[in-house]
């Protein structure tokens, strides 16, 4: 079992329902008296990759040449022993915050050096369809392909979620209260 779970909510709503459902994996987490570190994406500066492999070359491994606030990314994942990402989906996928998160660990992904060692996911969607969420957790499982040694630790995924608040109303929060005891 994990003892400190960085949690990451890639919503750009702050207060909405993958804000919900993150802050219910923290108290799950912090009820089984596990360490939790919380980031919201929508309040740190994260540029999106710019593909030019500076990160890869000689006397620059795991060297990012963008000036922004990704080291915080890092050192919560070196901290950890558990992440768990959220994301609203955006046209069935997650949203652009995550997917920057995603593309970003390019940085250490050749070389596998992330150290905690097992994720989870959760989604939320104003679609209800069984198929809603199929690509966004396409998404995730392709981040952990790439990332190295990780083992996929649960999903939540709530559909039917328009509004804010909405989730409260699906029973998803206590599967995620679960997840975060769980990890």
Same mark, same amino acid.
């Given at each position: ?12 709503? !702050? ?18 008296? !596990? ?75 050749? !070389? ?46 709530? &559909?039917?979620?328009?509004? !804010? ?14 997840? &975060?005891?769980?990890?």
């Amino acid at each position: 079992m994990s003892e400190k779970v960085f949690i990451i909510s890639g919503s750009p709503r !702050k207060g909405g329902n993958t804000d919900l459902m993150c802050e219910a994996c923290a108290e799950g987490a912090r009820e089984a008296g !596990k360490e939790v570190k919380i980031m919201y994406l929508r309040s740190i500066r994260l540029n999106p990759c710019l593909g030019c492999d500076y990160c890869h070359s000689q006397g620059h491994e795991e060297v990012c040449c963008q000036k922004d606030d990704w080291k915080e990314i890092f050192e919560g994942y070196d901290w950890a022993d558990a992440v768990i990402v959220g994301s609203p989906l955006y046209y069935y996928s997650i949203s652009a915050q995550l997917k920057i998160l995603f593309d970003r660990s390019y940085v250490r992904a050749a !070389k596998r050096m992330f150290y905690f060692k097992k994720a989870a996911f959760l989604s939320v969607s104003q679609s209800a369809k069984p198929d809603a969420h199929d690509t966004s957790y396409a998404c995730f499982k392709g981040w952990m392909r790439c990332i190295g040694d990780v083992t996929e630790a649960g999903t939540v995924f709530a &559909g039917g979620c328009k509004d !804010k608040g909405d989730v409260e109303k699906t029973g998803k929060l206590e599967e995620c209260r679960k997840l &975060g005891r769980e990890i």
